[in-house]
């Protein structure tokens, strides 16, 4: 047995995997392989690491300007921060929870407690009904009268909502929610992917609002909803990312953009070549493509039999973050921790009170000084901040969130703003994607020495994003060290 693993240890000294893509999932990936020996270079075409982890500082802050906590479900990512060295600075946010805005009138609430990606378990709750009025009520409440499904289920979210609560319960509490969390409407979610197990539990309660307290029950949380965060920012994961990778000899190199894989055909080359731009050549007898969808399948179609070059149109979505002083009413959370909106009531679709949100960052500024993230833009419909400069994108973006907090806040106020654009994959719980990112998976699975990993494959969020990282490097990590010849 030592002799076997002495003879696969000098084995992985001698492959070489090429990772394409420095975001969150190429680093996580890279590391699995270096872990065992394998030589690794990964290959990131901007002049940063992270993907949708961004870090700026802003009128003196080191701000999160793109991914700001993770979800802790599986417990994968906060295994991987404990392993980098971080457990010290993991924090939880504010528990006071987010409000709903664009409600008649131009009013405002707390988002209900007890809830299902915004679906209610108890419509009659007071907090449910400063939402939706007793007339929402009421039609909710039909929903105990109608008889569940026993043939079949319903797999459009907004569909079932619908059909057994009612508009107002959508509108105004399902569809804020699936907006701000998925950038996607509710007839766009699938069921079974955004609420596992919500179906059946409407079968054997006989209502959705039965559904959702018996799945609560269960300690079934929403996607999403119980998250940390790293005292600092999340860009000190990346880093820590980075660090680990250069400790185990894995080059990573910035501006080096892929323009073509190469498969070889002699079983006594590595498998593949990877081209850059200025025709270097680099021999791999693996490649792991860790791109956002439209760069991977431009990459990959070539040569994966059967895989579509044409990524399915997501979201675009801009997240201008603020920071403001002078503004005393922001001292009391006025509205939480942030704010989502009922689509089409206004130019946002959400916004952060990341001061509020998060202790670190309040006593990282100076008193009175507040942070604000302000999104912009959803699925089939572009940003308001579209076509904008920079300038006038942060005005409309102070004025959306002086009327998403209800507190006066003027341009004077203003000490800084960072503009941060996403071109977003189609989310993994539309109805139809969990079975196109299959077919793409089992298209570059069939084709020896490649891989696939990312938020287009794996679903949106660190919580997916690193298991699949890992499990796609482990996959190619055991056909390189259990092959005697290179990969044909």
Do not use: C
Request: avoid cysteine.
């Amino acid at each position: 047995m030592t002799e076997d693993l002495g003879l696969l240890a000098a084995r992985a000294r001698q492959r070489h995997v090429v990772v394409v893509g420095g975001g969150v999932s190429g680093l996580v990936a890279a590391l699995e392989f270096a872990k065992v020996g394998v030589q690794v270079t990964v290959l990131e075409a901007s002049d940063r690491l992270g993907g949708v982890i961004r870090s700026a500082e802003v009128a003196g802050l080191t701000l999160d300007v793109g991914a700001e906590s993770y979800a802790t479900r599986g417990g994968t990512v906060r295994a991987l921060v404990d392993e980098l060295g971080l457990a010290d600075a993991v924090t939880t946010p504010n528990p006071a929870g987010a409000w709903v805005a664009g409600l008649p009138g131009g009013g405002a609430a707390p988002l209900p407690s007890g809830s299902i990606l915004g679906i209610p378990a108890n419509p009659w709750a007071p907090d449910v009904r400063r939402v939706i009025g007793w007339s929402g009520v009421w039609r909710a409440y039909v929903d105990r009268l109608r008889p569940p499904l026993t043939i079949g289920h319903q797999h459009s979210l907004g569909a079932l909502v619908r059909s057994r609560m009612g508009a107002k319960v959508l509108d105004r509490l399902v569809a804020p929610v699936t907006t701000g969390v998925y950038s996607a409407r509710p007839d766009d979610i699938d069921v079974d992917l955004a609420a596992p197990g919500l179906n059946a539990a409407l079968t054997r309660t006989g209502s959705l609002s039965g559904a959702v307290t018996d799945l609560r029950g269960a300690r079934t949380a929403a996607p999403g909803s119980a998250v940390e965060g790293i005292a600092g920012g999340m860009g000190r994961l990346v880093d820590a990312l980075a660090a680990r990778l250069r400790e185990r000899g894995v080059e990573v190199r910035t501006g080096a953009e892929v323009t073509a894989l190469l498969p070889n055909a002699s079983p006594d080359a590595p498998a593949w070549t990877v081209v850059l731009p200025d025709g270097e050549q680099l021999p791999a007898d693996a490649v792991l493509v860790a791109l956002p969808e439209a760069p991977a399948r431009a990459l990959l179609s070539p040569v994966a039999d059967g895989l579509s070059p044409d990524a399915e149109p997501g979201p675009v979505v801009e997240v201008i973050t603020l920071v403001v002083g002078g503004a005393a009413a922001l001292d009391a959370h006025p509205r939480g921790t942030g704010v989502l909106t009922v689509p089409g009531s206004g130019a946002a679709k959400a916004l952060t009170h990341s001061t509020a949100k998060w202790r670190w960052l309040a006593d990282a500024g100076e008193p009175g000084v507040h942070v604000l993230r302000v999104s912009f833009g959803a699925q089939g419909e572009e940003p308001a901040t579209a076509g904008m400069n920079d300038a006038d994108a942060a005005r409309l973006a102070l004025s959306e969130a002086s009327a998403l907090l209800g507190v006066p806040l003027v341009s004077t106020q203003l000490r800084g703003a960072r503009r941060e654009r996403y071109a977003q994959a189609q989310p993994g719980t539309a109805i139809g994607r969990a079975a196109s990112t299959a077919t793409a998976r089992a298209a570059v699975r069939a084709v020896p020495g490649l891989g696939v990993s990312g938020a287009w494959v794996a679903g949106t969020g660190l919580a997916q994003v690193v298991p699949d990282a890992r499990a796609e490097a482990d996959r190619l990590r055991s056909a390189v060290l259990w092959t005697d010849t290179h990969p044909a």
